[in-house]
């Protein structure tokens, strides 16, 4: 036994002198390394835009598993994967009445982003008296400008011929976006050229909401911006800052003032060439808020209904409201100018019907 471990101990010390080829060792553990590396980066940018937009619609699932919504989808609008939605509709809403629609389109740079994951706006806003439409698009490489935009549209006319089926009012239609989903929201809004190629009248979206936009962009930086929009020709009619109109759509333009994702002067830049045209916007700062906190405010139990914050939700709220209620004022002063209008026709016929019949001797006037 001795003699074994006398052996073992020499031969030890021989290999301990040996020398080792260089780098062998080190080489193996640096690919190693790299490789991991290389594949927990993909996974990461592979699962979490994902995971990170179903959140918090997971969470809000689990705080209204007792609501009673009526969900639809999804359907499709267009042949495209990407082209399908989702309805949402409280079972409460009277069957006798059609309410006003919010179609929202969701954020996620262009690249990822499922209209599905954003159930938590149809929650929220169906008990509201809505009707919501969650619409996806075309995301890159295929949505590159102006797919988003192209199916945008095609959305808003899906919605315009079908939603009464619904309860929907396609009248009354509003339009919301977050982040990206806000670009494409606010761009429908303000150039036309998509919503008139597929013959929808220009008074066909009554309001817009834009939250943490990016609307003033150039030049583009590297990233999904350019990936979008990089190989457009004419860049500046990507910009909706420079679509602002007198006669555009009422917007509210909101932002959170920690936002490093989009920046807060994006809002301010389009707000400021609107109101200076003579639009109706309204602009919104949240002051401690961020990029993902602006959105994930309109899920429960963030918005405010338990423990979070309802300064989104009410902004947003009070903005459909107010122009619901503007509509209403005007279907009501333009009926009553159609009535006078027919009233005043009416008594013209009845007095030229009356000469036209005295001066063929039918009606003799009065003897004075």
Known sequence: MGKHRASWKRWSRELEKKPKEPGGCCLFQMIFVLALTILAYNLWHWIWPNVRHDIPNTIDRAFSANDRIEQRGPLAYGNHEDRQLYIYRSEDAPEDALQPVLIFFHGGGWANGDPAQYGFIGRNFAPKGFVVVNAGYRLLPEGKYPAMLADGAAALRWTTQNIRKYGGDPERIYLMGHSAGAYN???????????????LPDDTIDGVIGLAGPYDFLPLEEGNAEDAFGETQRIAETQPVNFARADAPPM??????????VEPANSRALYD???????????????DMGHAGIIMTLARPFDGSRIGDPRVEDTVTTFLRERLQEAARERTRAA??????QATRTDTDEGGAQEEAQASGDIQPPEG
Do not use: Y
């Open 185 to 199: 929201a606010v761009m429908l809004g303000l150039d036309r050229r998509w919503t008139r190629r597929l013959g």
């Open 273 to 287: 060439a609107l109101a200076a045209k003579g639009a109706r916007a309204r602009h919104a700062v949240f002051n």
């Open 336 to 341: 009553r100018r159609e009535r006078e209008l």
């Open 252 to 261: 509210l333009l909101a932002t959170g003032f920690q936002d490093e994702a």
